[in-house]
Structures are given as structure tokens and as C-alpha cells.
């Protein structure tokens, strides 16, 4: 399985794409590939300010589906499924000073 790069360059993109909401953390991916839910995949994420990317193994556990008439992005929601506790704990560090907001996000 070939790892999908994920290159987050502004907090405010990593803010529409985390998924806090799931258990462990989880990232949306834009792709017009077809998966399915409990479909494993290889991330390779690079967050704001690193110069190195991160291998993260997950599931999908979120479907967007292109969705006439929406603007909405389609792609799926990657949970992480092993242990990347410094990884989440680095993404919700990095947002923690962007607040809550009312922007919409990848998901809802």
C-alpha cells in the first residue's frame, strides 16, 4: 500500500481537515479514489513548520462522496489506529490558540 502525502501548509488548513471527534485522531484526505469504511491506509503527514513528514497508519472511517449540487470536498476521514499520541498531541497544540470557530471544516 503506497502512502498518500499529506502536506498541511497553514494552521487554518490543518484546523478543516483534523477530525478531534474520533477517538485517537483522524485527518480528512481529499480523493476521488473509492474506499470503503474499515479500508486501511499509509499517511505520510507533514504538519505546519515540520520539514519532516510523519508515517501514520489508519482506517477510514468517514465517507464524503461527491455530492451533486455541493461544494463540498470529496475524500475520507483516516483514523489513526496506532499509537501517534505525540502526532495528536502536536496537531491540538498547534490549533489550540485558533479557538473555536465557526469556519466550516472538511467534514461539517
Do not use: C
Not at 78 to 99: M, W
Amino acid at each position: 500500500m503506497a502512502a498518500k502525502r499529506i502536506h498541511l501548509k497553514s494552521e487554518e488548513q490543518l484546523r478543516r481537515l483534523y477530525m478531534p471527534f474520533i477517538k485517537g485522531g483522524a485527518i480528512f484526505v481529499a480523493t476521488d479514489e473509492p474506499y470503503a469504511i474499515g479500508d486501511e491506509m499509509a499517511l505520510l503527514v507533514q504538519l505546519p513548520g515540520d520539514s519532516e513528514e510523519t508515517l501514520v497508519k489508519g482506517k477510514v472511517v468517514w465517507l464524503a462522496p461527491l455530492r451533486p449540487g455541493r461544494a463540498d470536498q470529496r475524500g475520507v476521514g483516516v483514523q489513526f489506529t496506532e499509537d501517534k499520541s505525540h502526532l495528536r498531541n502536536r496537531i491540538e497544540t498547534l490549533l489550540g490558540h485558533l479557538g473555536e470557530s465557526s469556519a466550516p471544516t472538511a467534514t461539517m
